[in-house]
């Protein structure tokens, strides 16, 4: 787990030990490459954080260097670092929110498999990746809707054929649904 300062953290950190993960946390500007290579890790987790891609240290490089290595999944911050390193633009969401529930929908596949085609999750964010011009590389796993169904905001992504994925959403909330059938679903994909 790549702790990007976050207080969410360690929320991410009890699900994913009650699902059997072995979890060991570093601090996003405590780690470097060759230091999280030598640990082994099965599988890579980027936690929420503050501010915006180019505050998450070492997550970048993680991305760039072990796409297709290990599985990562990106959550809230992590998951605009993978859309940046990807070519998505990161940019102010159009309606903020915080600790507001969302219906998700999505595309019931990659770590959305075994989960209703429609459940709730809890956000809590100011900036979004920009859905205008998405590089074709990045898939759209899930989205929901702000205020009509003109302002669909992009909930989920995927980079396929490296295991790369990444929610808006904070599926480890108290008020998400499915939050440890989508990280159980993470742990078991394999590169």
């Not at 405590?30 to 030598?38: L, Q």
């Not at 929420?48 to 993680?62: K, L, Y």
């Not at 959550?75 to 390193?85: A, K, P, R």
């Amino acid at each position: 787990m790549i702790d990007n300062f976050d207080s969410f953290t360690f929320n991410l950190v009890h699900y994913l030990e009650a699902l059997g993960a072995v979890v060991e946390v570093k601090r996003n500007n405590d780690i470097c490459i060759a230091e999280i290579i030598k640990l082994n890790p099965s599988h890579i987790v980027l936690s929420p954080g503050p501010g915006n891609p180019s505050d998450s240290g070492v997550c970048t490089e993680i991305v760039k260097q072990l796409k297709g290595v290990i599985p990562i999944l990106g959550v809230c911050l992590g998951h605009q670092v993978i859309g940046q390193v990807f070519g998505a633009k990161v940019c102010r969401a159009s309606n903020i929110k915080h600790g507001k529930t969302s219906s998700i929908i999505h595309n019931s596949k990659g770590i959305f498999k075994n989960i209703p085609q429609t459940f709730n999750a809890t956000r809590y964010h100011s900036l979004t990746l920009d859905t205008e011009d998405l590089p074709i590389k990045i898939t759209k796993t899930a989205w929901c809707f702000d205020n009509d169904k003109n302002n669909k905001v992009l909930m989920g992504i995927e980079i396929e054929g490296l295991n790369l994925y990444g929610v808006q959403f904070h599926p480890e909330s108290i008020a998400s649904e499915y939050g440890e059938t989508l990280l159980n679903e993470f742990l078991m994909s394999k590169v």
